[in-house]
């Protein structure tokens, strides 16, 4: 019985990083919410919005609490995906400023607006579950 309440103590210390990693799915996904609510794209409201560059301040603030433990995957999910989706945003906007790249531009934004709202939604339900994300073995 001892082994259990150790493991049961042992994950409660994170509980505070978790309770982080929470707000900043949160964060994400109202940057996301407002690109689908308003005339912002999904992608746009989520490299530009407030809530979304709190949320990756806030992930390079408190990301030493958690390195080394399963929800260091999480920080690196949320990271890759604000910084993959600012890069795919910048390949769309060079599209766009060529009239032959637009229709391309507008496959990228729609495409990583998409890509967006699944990275949100699975990193945020796999954090719900106490279940790390499936990443590559590379460090920050």
């Known amino acids: 019985m001892s082994n259990?309440?150790?493991?049961?103590?042992?994950?409660?210390?994170?509980?505070?990083?978790?309770a982080w990693a929470?707000?900043?799915?949160?964060?994400?996904?109202?940057?996301?919410?407002?690109?689908?609510l308003t005339s912002a794209t999904v992608v746009g409201a989520f490299v530009f919005g407030w809530p979304s560059i709190v949320a990756v301040i806030i992930n390079r603030v408190t990301h030493d609490q958690v390195r080394d433990t399963w929800l260091d995957t999480h920080w690196r999910w949320q990271w890759r995906s604000f910084?993959?989706?600012?890069?795919?945003?910048?390949i769309a906007g060079l599209?766009?400023?060529t009239f032959i790249g637009i229709p391309a531009a507008i496959l990228a934004i729609v495409g990583t607006g998409l890509w967006v709202l699944y990275r949100v939604i699975r990193g945020w339900l796999a954090l719900l579950d106490r279940r790390p994300m499936p990443l590559s073995e590379e460090r920050l």
């Open 95 to 97: 599209l766009f400023i």
């Open 4 to 18: 259990e309440s150790e493991i049961i103590r042992a994950g409660d210390e994170l509980d505070g990083p978790r």
């Open 22 to 36: 929470h707000l900043m799915y949160g964060l994400h996904a109202l940057s996301a919410l407002s690109g689908i």
């Open 83 to 90: 910084w993959f989706a600012a890069l795919w945003l910048l």
